[in-house]
């Protein structure tokens, strides 16, 4: 396991670059994101560890990043002033870059892996926004009309873009469509129902009366093998698999077992079916989906307990490995794309960035059947 230090610096997203195997991006918050400034590391893997190429400071914090797909040294990252910055490290100090149409905090930026000269942010004021690089102004305004934490084009369609947000809906968004009243949203599936919670059992029992059972929704990622599925996840500490073509039917597979909200999920780049997650709990988890394109049954032969102990039909995910090693919120994750398959980087608000290998903490091999 490789370590970095973000001294006075709170984690909040890395990504690994998508062109270089030894090259890491984090963007950074001072005092936790509440108040202060923000940085962006340039971080290269090396046999001496982990060095930093170049660090760029912001007036406020950096919440996410993502690495151009145009260009092998641009970065775009997401301010909690509601601006948008490009950077280059070719250059030093200032962005070559800069957009501020959002009216509050963007938490989530992400680049079109399929047309590489788009991306997309989303903002708490309830809106997701597409960008060029090269304009100056926003392309298209998306409006979600709710605190939206998490924004990301699907890696099989230049025009399919998805986000989850504070009032628990996934929403699908083709821009092929005409925008007309419904600004080009095509499906708005509810990812949280406590009246109905397969694994809760009935709300009374674990919810105070009259009181709302959680439901924001922090984090979303399409999965990199199947066109039809997403996972998301939130402040309720389960992970949901939903299949896009039966948005009524449940999800497709849930995995429970983090004590605290999920902050991020990532599906593999290698395995159809391996997700990896980071959670308030300090903890990252892999888990397998199973086998969530094929039959109705779940990892094991499908259903199992809920925390009440009661048989559940609802197919259930298996968490195959852990780390534990960050000591507070774990708020960012990322698999690298080359070489050994299984490598994978972590930061959070202990002010460090984790270099490590899946492998070394999983209940089993990588490479078993897919």
């Known amino acids: 396991m490789l370590e970095y230090r973000t001294q006075g610096f709170n984690g909040y997203s890395v990504k690994y670059s998508p062109f270089f195997d030894n090259r890491i991006a984090v963007a950074a918050a001072a005092n936790f994101g ?3 400034n923000g940085r962006l590391y340039i971080l290269s893997l090396t046999g001496q560890g982990i060095v930093a190429e170049k660090c760029f400071d912001t007036q406020d914090s950096l919440y996410d990043l993502s690495w151009s797909e145009l260009h092998e040294n641009q970065v775009v990252v997401a301010a909690g002033d509601g601006s948008i910055k490009l950077f280059d490290i070719g250059l030093n100090e200032f962005p070559v870059q800069s957009w501020q149409e959002h009216k509050r905090e963007v938490f989530a930026v992400h680049w079109n892996l399929v047309a590489k000269d788009t991306f997309c942010s989303s903002s708490w004021d309830g809106c997701i926004k597409i960008w060029s690089p090269h304009r100056s102004e926003s392309l298209v305004t998306l409006p979600t009309h709710s605190c939206t934490y998490s924004a990301s084009f699907s890696p099989h369609s230049p025009s399919l873009l998805s986000s ?25 599936i509810p990812l949280h129902n406590g009246a109905s919670n397969p694994l809760l059992g009935h709300p009374s029992r674990i919810t105070p009366a009259g009181a709302t059972p959680p439901a924001e929704s922090l984090t979303h990622d399409w999965n990199k093998y199947s066109s039809f599925h997403v996972a998301a996840a939130g402040v309720d500490r389960l992970i949901r698999v939903v ?11 849930i995995m429970a077992g983090h004590e605290y909200a999920v902050r991020r999920v990532a599906w593999s780049p290698h395995q159809s079916d391996m997700l990896l997650s980071a959670s308030y709990d300090m903890t990252c988890r892999i888990w397998t989906a199973g ?12 259903g199992g307990s809920n925390l009440m102990g009661h048989k559940s039909m609802m197919p259930m995910g298996m968490e195959v490995g852990r780390m534990g090693r960050h000591t507070e919120f774990v708020t960012g994750v990322d698999w690298c794309l080359f070489g ?4 994978c980087a972590s930061t959070g608000w202990d002010e460090r960035l984790l270099v490590w290998d899946a492998k070394a903490v999983m209940k089993r091999p990588m ?4």
Not at 165 to 181: G, H, K, M, N, V
């Open 340 to 343: 050994a398959e299984g490598w």
């Open 164 to 188: 989850v947000s504070s009032d628990s809906q996934l929403r699908i968004f083709d821009l092929r469509t005409p925008a007309s009243a419904s600004n080009h949203l095509t499906l708005s």
């Open 243 to 253: 299949d896009t073509r039966a948005p009524h039917q449940g999800p497709a597979a």
């Open 367 to 370: 490479g078993m059947e897919r």
């Open 34 to 36: 509440l108040v202060g």
């Open 291 to 302: 086998n969530i394109d094929g039959s109705a049954t779940g990892v094991g032969g499908g």
